[in-house]
Structures are given as C-alpha cells and as structure tokens.
C-alpha cells in the first residue's frame, strides 16, 4: 500500500468499528496490517469530507472486485498488537480468536525476531533452520541477527541445502516448539528451504552479517554460495524500491539495455520505470518496447543479471536501499 493508501484504509477501518475492522485486517498482508495499526494508532481527527472521500472510493473499488485476498485470520494480532501494546490487545486478540488454534509455528510469526531468538537459540541448528524456513523472511533475518556467528554460519548453511523436510524432522520439530509454546502440537505445515530461501533471508541482512554468512558459505561450498548471490536480489524486486532510488539506477543503465531487460517484464514493473523517467524519455522507452521484435530470453536475462549488478553496487555504496530497509523513515 502506499502512504495514500495506509492513510485511507486507517480512515475506513476506524469507521468500521472495532469488530467489523478486525474481520477485515484478517485478509491483509502481514506489512500491510503492521502499516495500518500504525497509521489508525497515530491517526488525528478527520474531517466529514474526507470520509466521505473514501467511503466512496471504497464502494467503488468494491462494485469492482467480489473478494478481498487470502484468509489469513491471524493477521489481526499483529496490527492489534502494534496499534494497541501487547496488553491492552491481549483480551481483544482472545474474543476474536476465540476458536482459532494457531501451530507452534503460527505462534512465533506473532513474536519480534529477539524473543524468538531467546526461545529457539540452545535448539541443534537443524531445528533452527527448519523453523526459520516457516517465517517471513525479513523476520527469519531479525532472528538470525540475534544469535551467535557460529550458530549463525551454521544454520544458513543447513538453509542452504535444505530441501524439504522428513515426517520424523517436522515431528522433532512439534515436540520442541510444544515444549517451548505449551501445548502447539497440530504442525502440519511442510518446510522448504534452498538457496532462494537463503536468498531471501539475507536479502534482509545488514552488510557485516551478509559478509560473513556469505564468506561461510563460499567456504563451504562455492558453487552454492554463487547460487545464493545470484538470487539475492531478482529483476522483479526492482519494484519495491524507493521511486527516488529508481531515478539514481536510471542514471547509470543504457537506454538500449534497459529496453531488451524489460522485454518481457510485469506491466507494473514498466510502468514504475516509466513514471520515473521524463515523459519524452518514458515515451521513447514505450516506443522502442514495441518496435523491438522477438530477443531470446538469454538475451533479456543477461541484460537484467546486468542492471541488478549496477543496483547492488549502489546499494554497497550507499547511494541506494534494497529489501526491507525501503520502509526505515528519512531523517
């Protein structure tokens, strides 16, 4: 959602009232709900114009479209939480999961990474690894940041080359998170690990923990290590860059370059490149996207596998942010 959109929605879900907006937070994304409790907790008075202005917009978008996303109940303790501290959302968070019984698993997607660590640290590092594995992965990173570099090094590795999980592993691993989360022993969920997972977790590491893992990896095996620097950071992530960091990577790609990368690409992801270029310049792209014939997908993903190498050598530089750290404010 963007800043227009957090503030929207907190309009909506305050009108709403507190049960209708609970069912509502449970199809929400789990950044998406963590926003919104912010921007509904700091939300000022707001003017009748103004909510008339979105409940307008919000039966409009709804004449449009019959479902609001994936079911996902437990989404509702997040922004209760953030929005309301933990105490005072603890009953609330009870009355509406009532019947809900949320694994082991499902438990700690609800604790910040450092209670988590605290919990799982003394655990052999295969166990670490295959509860990380079910975490979103900027959290399984906050986790990781927690814990020793040895215990760190280790579990990556087994992240690594994990890829999948024995009946008798997920069993060891229910007996451990039922002793730690009391009696959360209906786990029936399948991990997955590899190198995009391992990929994805560091994507959220800052740069002297990813040197390290990464230099543990090349140690250990080099043809790995060289998967996971591949994937760190797909051409598609190039949307969830800041607008004005964009600008920047812009700078420094050649026209004809940038053309035979898009090739192919999500219309959204064109039409974030667009809007930060000038017009002239956004419509000679569009030009140029269509009077190119067929490229060979060789082609596109050696262009691509080019600009990322720009982006992340701006990134190291400063100049730019990547993952997660897009959403830490300017100051």
Known sequence: MSDAGVEKAAVLMLALGQDEAASVMKYLEPREVQKLGTAMSTMKAVPGETLEAVLRDFIDETQRNTSFGIDSDDYIRSVLTKALGDDKAASLINRILVTRDASGIESLKWMDGKAVADLIRNEHPQIIATILVHL?????????????????????????????????????????????????????????????????????????????????????????????????????????????????????????????????????????????????????????????????????????????QIVRRLADEGQITLGGSGDDAYV
């Open 136 to 308: 979103e992965r900027y959290h399984a990173s906050e986790v990781l940041s927690q814990l020793t570099q040895r215990t760190r090094d280790e579990v990556m590795l087994r992240i690594a080359t994990l890829d999948g999980v024995q009946p008798a592993a997920l069993n060891e691993l229910d007996a451990v998170l039922t002793k730690l989360l009391t009696g959360n022993d209906n786990l029936r969920k399948k991990a997955m690990g590899g190198v995009r997972t391992t990929a994805e977790i560091m994507n959220f590491m800052n740069g002297d923990v990813e040197t390290s893992v990464m230099a543990n990896l090349k140690n250990f095996d080099p043809e790995i290590a060289q998967q996971v620097m591949d994937q760190m950071f797909v051409f598609d992530n190039i949307l969830d860059i800041e607008d004005r960091d964009i600008q920047i990577v812009l700078r420094e790609v050649p026209s004809e370059a940038l053309v035979l990368a898009l090739k192919g690409s999500k219309d959204e992801l064109k039409e974030k490149i667009f809007k930060n270029m000038s017009q002239r310049a956004a419509d000679t792209l569009r030009e140029d996207l269509e009077a190119k014939g067929p490229v060979r997908l060789s082609e596109v993903e050696k262009q691509q596998k080019e600009i990322l």
